[in-house]
C-alpha cells in the first residue's frame, strides 16, 4: 500500500475544548516519509513537534497531550484520530494554539477538511507494524489487548460506572468505514463530571455543541444521537488517534474493556517497545530431531483423548505468563475441546486487577479460549512445523466475574474450516457449571521456521 498526503492545503478555525482559545488550524501536504507533524505558529521560530509515544505526558485527563522541549500540544486525538482514519501518512498540521478546535466534538468536520483536500498516493511504500504476539494492559476495571491480525479492527465496550450506558461494538478499521461510521461520533462525559473538571481548568470551551452530557438516564445533547451506539464508536475513534502515536499503520486486532487515554498510550507504549526490539539471533547449528537434547513431538497423536501442561508447552508457543491452558480434559472427533485453566491468586495480573478485588480479566478469558481453539485445531490437521494464530473475536459476552479460586471450564467447538488454514469456532468459558464467558472466534494455521534453524 502506498503512502498518502493531501493534494491541496485546507483550513478551519473554531473554540478549543479545554482552554477556551479560538485556534486556526490548517491542513497541508507534506512529502514522502514526512509524517504527521504539527507545527506552531504563535511560537517563536515556529517549532515543529512530530506526535510520538515517547512524547506523551503521564498524566492524561481526558485527552492526549505531548510535548518536547517547551512545545506543547493539547487534545491532539481528534486530529490524529481524522488523519490515521483517512490513510494520511504524511501532512504538515499548523496550528496557533497549543490546542487545536473542538468544532463539534467529533472527528467529522476534520474529515471532511480532509477529503476537501483531497487524499493522493505517493511514490513509496506505506510502512507498517504487524504484531506476532498478544499484549494487553490493564488498569482497574478498564482493560486492553491487542492480537495479531491481518489488518486493523478494534472490538470495544464502553460502561460508566453504574452499566447504565454499556455499549459494544466490533469494526474493522478502514478509511470508508473509519469515515462513515466512527468520524461523526461526538465526544462525551458525566454530568457530575463538569465541575472536578472546570476546577481544574479543563474544559473551558465546552459546550452541548461540542459534547453529550450524560445525566442519570438522560441524554443532553443539541441534536439527536447519531447513532445508537455513538459513545463506544467515539472510544473507537479515540483509540485510532492514540495508537497513531507509533509512528506508523498497526495491523492488530484491540480488544478494549472501558479505555481512556492514559490506558490507549499504555498499549502504545507496549506496542512501541515490540517495535523496536530486535529480533532473537537464530542458531547456528540445527537441533538433530533424534538427538538427545531433541524436543519432545509438536505432533498431537490421534489417540491422545487428553493433554497434560507439558505436552501443552510442547505444541503451544506461548510461556509463562501468557500460558491459559493447564490441561486438556477431553478431545472429541477433531472438532470439540473442553480444557480447564486453574486461576489462582498467584496470577500477575491480580496485583493490579483489582487491588483487594481481584478479578480475572476479559481478555484473558477469551485468550484462553484461543488458545484451547489452537489446540483443537492442530490437532485436527498436521501440526509439526506449525501454529496456531488467533485472528479476531465476534459477539463476545462476559457473564460473571472470574476469582482467584475458580476453575475455568473452557469448551471450543470448530464450526468452520478452510483449506485447513483458517478455522472459525464457538467458545464458551464455564465455572461450576455456570457461563462465564462466550465468544466465537476466527484464527489462521501458519509455518514457522525448523526449530534451531
Known sequence: MRQRTLLREVSTHGKALHTGQMVHLTFKPAPVNHGIVFKRTDLY??????????????????????????????????????????????????LDASEPPILDGSAKHYVNLIQKAEPVEQDADRDCFELKEPISVTEGNRSIIALPYNGFKVTCTSADDRGIHTQHLSIDISPDEYIAGIAPARTFTVYEDIEPLLKMGKIQGGSLDSAIVIKGDQILSKEPLRFEDEFVRHKILDIVGDLSLLG?????????????????????????????????????????????????????????????????????????????VDRVIELKDDEEITAIKNVTINEPYFTGHFPGNPVMPGVLQMESMAQAAGLLMLRKISSEGKVALFMSADKVKFRRAVIPGDQLEINVKITKVRANRLASASAKCFVEGELASSAELMFTVLDVPEEGM
Open 248 to 324: 506508523k499503520s498497526l495491523k492488530a486486532h484491540i480488544v478494549a474493556v472501558r479505555p481512556g487515554h492514559k490506558l490507549n498510550s499504555e498499549l502504545t507504549k507496549v506496542l512501541f517497545q515490540k517495535m523496536q526490539a530486535k529480533p532473537e539471533p537464530k542458531a547456528l547449528e540445527p537441533v538433530r530431531k533424534d538427538g538427545p537434547a531433541a524436543k519432545k513431538s509438536k505432533m498431537i497423536s490421534p489417540d491422545e483423548t487428553q493433554i497434560n501442561i507439558r505436552r501443552i508447552l510442547d505444541i503451544l508457543p506461548h510461556a509463562y505468563p501468557f500460558v491459559l
Open 45 to 94: 521560530g515556529k517549532p515543529e513537534v512530530q506526535p510520538k509515544i515517547e512524547f506523551v505526558q503521564d498524566k492524561l485527563v481526558r485527552s492526549t497531550d505531548i510535548s518536547s522541549g517547551h512545545t506543547s500540544l493539547h487534545t491532539i486525538e481528534h486530529v490524529l484520530s481524522a488523519l490515521a482514519g483517512c490513510g494520511i501518512d504524511n501532512c504538515l498540521v499548523e
